[in-house]
Structure formats: C-alpha cells, structure tokens
C-alpha cells in the first residue's frame, strides 16, 4: 500500500528534534512525520523517504533550509520554508548591520557560556510569545560554533533549484532573529511554483508557536493536505 504523505522536517540553530513536536500533534495520523537532527544534542539523524511514498514533503525551519542535503530536496514535491533566508546578511536591507551585529554577540557569548547563548537565543526566538517548553542545553558547542560561524557566508542558491517542487516560504512579521521577513524575496527568483505568507503577529519559532494556522495555511495551498484536512 502507497503511503499518500511523508514529512520531513529540519530544525534551526539551537534547537533538536523536538521543535517539531506541535507541529506533528495536529497532523492527521495518516502522514508520516520524521523529524531530522543536526546533532547539536547527541547523535545527528538524516531520515530517508519511503520507496513507496506518493507526495514528498520537506519542511525546514531558519538555518534548517541550510544543512537539509541537497539529495533530499532533489526529491521533494514540495518545499516548505518557515522563517526561511537566503543569506543571514542582506546587503540591500537596512538591517544588515543590525544582523552582523546580533551574529557576532551571539558568537561571542556562545564561545563564553553556551547555556546562556541558547537560553537568550531561544527567548529572542519564540518572542513574542513566551517558552513554557523545555529544550537540552547540553550542546555540543564544537558543531553549534561552527555552523555560526558558517552563517556570515551562506548563500542558498535558490536560483538554481530546478526540482519541479512547489517552495511555500511562511515568515512572521514580529521575528526578532530575522528582523523582517525574508521568504517572499528569497524565492522572488524560483521559477516553479511557488506561495508565500506572513503571519504578522508571530515571531521566529513560528511552526511552533502557531502550528495550527501553518497547517490551514498549507492546507489551503496544497490540495493533498486539503484532503486531509477535510478527513482527519
């Protein structure tokens, strides 16, 4: 039997698995959710679609678009980018220096206490909402240095996306990591299918914070998940 939605799901920097965890509650039980792990807290997990699967659907969250593997988006149907960006630094916005700026603090207080960097990192993250959830702090600091680090120079090609996928960018108009939404911009040059949405009152960890609108919002864009939504 054909499995009709598989899910796969890449976290942002300072986060685990578990990010995805409210998101995955109000998925009708028919789709098949994996949620991938950088490996920031113990060992990085990379899951791998079902031979059998109809529609292949890859979210990814902030830098989650960034270490997702090529081969995976090679093969999605679809592509979801939450508070996605091209490169941390927008030479053409007037908040590139304020993003350098946030960057190099966070590097710097990483390197001094990491616990503290991931505890302010993550406030500033679910602002303006409050984290009344619980995330390890035991980071394994080598890794997350290093992909800080790797965001002063990343650049995603989303030009050169040639896939046939639809990419869904959904941003939040209060992101005080971001500092504005990047999504409508960043897939400005795809020349596919293609939607985007800002929820304005919302902030960084928009899937969690707000995993039911995302979900009626996806709903409404792509038709197999109006089907579910209309048989959970």
């Not at 009709?4 to 976290?11: D, F, K, L």
């Not at 959710?33 to 990085?44: C, D, L, S, T, V």
Request: glycine residues 6%; aromatic residues 14%; proline residues 5%.
């Amino acid at each position: 039997m054909h499995r009709q939605v598989e899910i796969h799901a890449y976290h942002g920097w300072g986060m685990d698995d578990s990010f995805w965890n409210p998101f995955k509650s109000i998925l009708p039980k028919q789709i098949i959710f994996k949620a991938a792990k950088r490996g920031y807290f113990g060992k990085p997990f990379y899951p791998r679609f079902e031979n059998d699967t109809k529609i292949r659907v890859v979210f990814t969250h902030s830098f989650g678009l960034h270490w997702c593997k090529t081969a995976v988006l090679s093969k999605a149907d679809y592509l979801v980018i939450f508070n996605g960006f091209d490169s941390l630094y927008s030479p053409n916005s007037d908040q590139d220096e304020t993003s350098k700026e946030q960057l190099e603090s966070l590097i710097k207080l990483f390197k001094n206490d990491a616990v503290e960097a991931l505890n302010k990192f993550r406030k500033d993250s679910f602002s303006p909402s409050i984290m009344d959830c619980k995330f390890p702090d035991n980071i394994n600091v080598e890794n997350g240095l290093d992909d800080l680090h790797s965001m002063k120079t990343l650049q995603f090609p989303i030009i050169d996306l040639d896939f046939g996928s639809t990419i869904i960018a959904m941003d939040s108009g209060r992101d005080k990591i971001l500092q504005e939404p990047r999504g409508e911009a960043m897939i400005d040059w795809y020349v596919g299918r293609k939607h985007s949405m800002i929820f304005e009152q919302e902030g960084h960890a928009l899937p969690f914070t707000n995993p039911s609108d995302c979900w009626s919002y996806l709903s409404s864009t792509i038709p197999i998940f109006r089907h579910y939504e209309n048989n959970i």
